[in-house]
């Protein structure tokens, strides 16, 4: 898996044994990055875990690997820094995040879904860019859909984070 990203610089999820290429538009790139800023600002004042981009791959359940847009994990879930590390994070995050793109299908957001709460997930958030919204999942089944004026939490893992949706969108896809 890794191998195919050094030679051909893509990346790939593995699902059920077969490699994925996982794409991303810039736009999607753009509200990760963006995201991964307000996430990385708020663990400076709160040092609960570690916040990870669309090239971590991360183990879900075996012998899936997927990697988020962007995820999180408690600082207590994450193997301590002694060579050699596994490439895979060998555990789940505790916040999964996917920008929904063009290419993502009802089918495989639902699959993803029910695959990261087995594996342990806490809260997924669905962001879709194009509608303005996200969905806050803290089960498969259960969720809050917001709008761009509503606020992007996890009280769960991310005790206080609050981020307003179009913040996030405008800051992510303002070109100035």
């Known amino acids: 898996m890794l191998e195919l ?10 699902i059920n044994g077969v490699l994925v290429e996982k794409t991303m538009g810039w736009e999607e790139s753009a509200i990760a990055l963006e995201l991964a800023f307000f996430l990385k600002r708020y663990l400076k004042r709160h040092p609960l875990g570690i916040v990870l981009g669309t090239d971590g791959p991360v183990r879900t359940v075996a012998p ?13 879930r994450v193997p301590k820094r002694r ?13 999964a995040v996917e920008i929904v793109s063009k290419s993502n299908t009802p089918a495989e957001l639902r699959i993803k879904l029910a695959e990261y709460f087995a594996a342990g997930v806490q809260v997924v958030w669905f962001i879709d860019h194009r509608t303005r919204s996200a969905r806050i999942f803290t089960s498969p089944r259960e969720f809050t859909d917001i709008g761009e004026r509503g606020f992007l939490t996890a ?22």
Do not use: Y
Not at 5 to 14: F, H, I, M, T, V
Not at 83 to 95: E, I, N, S
Not at 155 to 176: E, H, M, N, W, Y
């Open 5 to 14: 990203k050094a030679k051909r610089g893509q990346l790939c999820e593995l």
């Open 155 to 176: 009280s769960k893992v991310l005790p206080g984070f609050k981020l307003r949706l179009k913040t996030l969108l405008d800051g992510a896809l303002k070109i100035d």
């Open 83 to 95: 060579p050699p590390q596994p490439a895979v994070l060998p555990v789940a995050p505790d916040l």
């Open 64 to 76: 899936q690997v997927r990697m988020p847009d962007l995820c999180f994990v408690l600082k207590g």
